[in-house]
């Protein structure tokens, strides 16, 4: 069995004892612990899209995450509300212009 570690310079094999199911027991499982078992398959792709631009940042633009979603915009926004509800995540306006928002994971997820 082989999984892909994604890096800058693209992607790399990693070999590993464990099968498939074994990998997706152990998703599932960390899912739970975290509470991202009651979020839909899209709330979980636009919650890992927010994580994998997160990066070292601690606020991520709301636009450069909105503009990378494969997700209908109604879509994107209807699950960027229940994230926010659920506390994944806080989305604060910027000070210095109203039209822009930043989006941070709350430290438990990071």
């Not at 994604?6 to 990693?14: A, H, Q, V």
């Not at 995450?65 to 915009?73: E, G, K, T, V």
Request: hydrophobic share 35%; proline share 3%; charged share 30%.
């Amino acid at each position: 069995m082989y999984h892909f570690k994604l890096s800058w310079g693209g992607y790399f094999m990693k070999e590993t004892k464990q099968s498939l199911s074994e990998l997706w027991a152990l998703l599932r499982y960390k899912e739970k612990n975290l509470g991202l078992d009651e979020l839909s398959l899209t709330e979980r792709d636009i919650f890992q899209e927010i994580l994998h631009f997160q990066g070292k940042d601690t606020h991520i633009s709301l636009g450069k995450i909105l503009n990378s979603s494969p997700h209908p915009r109604a879509t994107f926004f209807r699950s960027l509300k229940k994230l926010r509800n659920n506390n994944f995540i806080e989305v604060t306006k910027c000070s210095k212009d109203s039209r822009k928002s930043f989006v941070t994971v709350l430290p438990k997820y990071r």
